[in-house]
């Protein structure tokens, strides 16, 4: 009886299993049919953009030093003089021949008289020599004088006047070393430098003052040869100052030499007068050049990973794909690509960052369609 009992519990048992195992197959045959025939649930719905042509100016990053237009050395004419007076100091503005400086002029004032008598004396002699040449003349035809004192005469009369001559050339002279005592500004602009010191005596040609002309000045950045052939004059600069503040200025010229130890070019680009700009500051800016096309998207299309910009376009199956791009120039909230779509049209306009490579997406606008037709 129990031999029989044992039999009867394996029978059970193997047809227990054996149904078992069928309705798991049937069951795994219809998940797989399942599959096959329903689609991935979409991930994200996104709004695509197509690359939009814009015509943008270049724009070239240099940096130099802000510099003087052109700078004004005065210093005096006449020499072994002492300053007697100093009228201006350094950050005086000035117009043309206004007076800077003043030189003691008693020795001139001396020296002036002393050649005022001279052309006196010599002027006397002439008249002398004159007079003595007439009656030598009217004694000429009487025979009363010899044809040798008649010369001698002449000879007196041009050497009179020539002396003369001489003697007005040094009065001008003396009025023109008055003249030069007074140290006058040659143009208007503004005093950057004093070396003058009241009571020394100076040497002609030494500087007493240095000027900004006009007190215009200009920012100096250099540009290698590929870049200086982009550039000519009147183009656009926007200078940033050290403490901040841009400044508007305009290309004047472009150096025609490139320079034989560093390859570069000057670029003189002229800012407004003195105000916040200083001479001898450092600048860094940024020039206007040309426009040219410039293939754009939202600046929101642009992922950042790594380092490193990337852009998601849907593939006609719908998923997303990641694509690196170079950017280029910024305007506004759009950015310039400059490689790396090849033609592709359909690039995610925003919400990149929570797409991951081969993601299901609908398309906004698509989904709509569906929508609309559904109805």
Do not use: C
């Not at 841009?246 to 560093?262: A, D, F, H, I, Y």
């Amino acid at each position: 009886m129990n031999r029989s009992f044992f039999i009867a519990a394996v029978a059970v048992a193997a047809a227990l299993g054996l149904g078992t195992a069928a309705w798991l197959a049937r069951s795994s045959g219809g998940a797989s049919a399942s599959g096959a025939s329903t689609p991935a649930p979409s991930a994200l719905t996104v709004e695509v953009v197509a690359p939009e042509t814009r015509s943008w100016p270049q724009a070239l990053q240099a940096s130099g030093p802000v510099a003087a237009w052109q700078e004004i050395i005065v210093s005096p004419e006449t020499g072994g003089l002492r300053i007697a007076e100093l009228l201006v100091d350094v950050g005086s503005s000035v117009k043309r021949g206004q007076l800077l400086a003043r030189l003691a002029d008693a020795t001139v004032q001396a020296e002036l008289r002393k050649q005022e008598a001279a052309v006196a004396q010599a002027r006397a002699s002439l008249d002398q020599a004159v007079s003595n040449m007439q009656r030598a003349k009217v004694a000429e035809s009487s025979g009363a004088l010899s044809a040798q004192k008649i010369e001698e005469y002449r000879i007196t009369e041009a050497t009179s006047r020539a002396s003369l001559a001489s003697a007005q050339a040094e009065l001008d002279s003396s009025k023109l070393k008055l003249v030069q005592t007074r140290i006058v500004a040659v143009d208007d602009g503004i005093v950057s430098s004093k070396t003058a010191v009241l009571g020394n005596v100076v040497s002609a040609g030494a500087e007493l003052f240095r000027m900004v002309r006009q007190g215009k000045v200009e920012w100096r950045p250099e540009l290698d040869a590929r870049q200086v052939a982009t550039v000519h004059a009147g183009q656009t600069a926007r200078v940033t100052l050290p403490g901040g503040e841009q400044v508007e200025g305009k290309v004047r010229l472009v150096g025609p030499t490139l320079s034989t130890t560093t390859g570069r070019a000057v670029l003189y680009v002229s800012l407004p007068a003195i105000g916040s700009t200083r001479i001898g500051m450092f600048a860094s800016g940024t020039l206007e050049l040309d426009a040219r096309p410039a293939s754009t998207l939202p600046q929101s299309a642009i992922v950042m990973r790594d380092g490193r910009s990337y852009v998601y376009v849907v593939g006609s199956d719908g998923k997303a794909g990641s694509r690196p791009v170079t950017t280029g120039r910024r305007q506004g909230d759009r950015v310039e690509v400059l490689s790396g779509l090849d033609g592709q049209g359909r690039v995610v306009a925003s919400g990149g960052a929570f797409l991951s490579e081969g993601t299901q997406v609908t398309v906004a606008g698509a989904a709509k369609a569906q929508a609309g037709s559904a109805q």
